[in-house]
């Protein structure tokens, strides 16, 4: 009986077809040598241990001393063939994992995050409200008065004073909030050393937006009275 052989494979020249770098595709082609070459171990040792057992059972002359022989080789047979079949799994699913991290997988599951993260970037920018000096007279001197209130702690502590007319929605001037924060460092700075240690988020923009109000207004105000 001839012994089973393993026809010669290429794996390299099936990796080369997905675009992979020369690192991976050597990595992924050494590990395909390893089931190829162990799968051909394999096949020998089950046409060895075959050959002995088919020799062993048209010896019927042989005393027990040859028996016990007959079974010892066969033992150690059966051990390399378990050897080698471990061998042949651990190489595949060692192949297996590399190719779903480092190739087609890899690849499209990192393109997919990297997707979904410039979405969500792209839709805070556009609900990022719009700064709340632009667009007005005196513009300039307007940013510069609302700037300067994150330098002093009190116009975050002090509310409002009883019967001002302010109506104030965090859910509207959130997105504001996180415009002037990153153009004003005092303002971020500010909103951590207080909030949540002396005041909480609402009232510590309430108390801010307040003050801007004023600020717009008296802004508004002068610019009105110099055009008339």
Known sequence: MTESSVPEAKPSAWFSNF????????????LSSSIVDATS???TAASTLQKTIQERLYTSNQNE????ETTKPTKDLTSIL??????????????KQVFEEKTIIGNFTKEQEKFLTDKRTQQ??????VLPWIGYEQEEEMKKQILDLSKEKRNFLRDAPPGAVYHFDMTTCYPVALAILEVDENLKQMRFDLVPKQINEELFWRNYFYRVSLIKQATQLTALASGN
């Not at 378990?82 to 042949?88: E, N």
């Open 82 to 95: 378990t050897d080698l079949s471990s061998s042949v799994l651990k190489s595949a699913q060692q192949f």
């Open 124 to 129: 805070r920018r556009t609900e990022t409200g």
């Open 65 to 68: 001393q040859q028996t016990s």
């Open 41 to 43: 171990k394999v096949g």
């Open 19 to 30: 675009g992979l770098t020369p690192n991976l595709t050597n990595t992924l082609t050494n």
